[in-house]
């Protein structure tokens, strides 16, 4: 959430975007993850910081949709409601 100094001008993010903001900026250059075997299918861990930043928890479900970005296959992933 955004808030604007009525003085200034200047506008600032509160303390909990901000967090979720730095993290993000930590996680821009990507982080290394293995890839395992359940079954059939393959599965991979989300680091903490990562599960932290979506609001994750053990059991909870997502959505992940593959998308060419700009030459690049990108996962996204959203919670899901399951």
Same mark, same amino acid.
């Given at each position: ?24 900026? %930590? ?5 290394? =993850? %293995? =890839?395992?075997?359940?079954?059939n299918?393959? =599965? ?12 994750l ?16 296959m ?9």
């Amino acid at each position: 959430m955004l808030w604007k100094c009525s003085k200034c001008g200047k506008t600032y993010l509160d303390s909990a975007d901000a967090q979720k903001a730095l993290l993000l900026n %930590k996680l821009k250059k990507g982080v290394e =993850v %293995k =890839v395992g075997q359940l079954g059939n299918s393959r =599965v991979f861990r989300f680091p903490a910081k990562i599960s932290q930043l979506l609001g994750l928890r053990a059991g909870a479900y997502v959505k992940a949709t593959p998308k060419l970005q700009d030459g690049k296959m990108v996962l996204e992933i959203r919670p899901s409601k399951g």
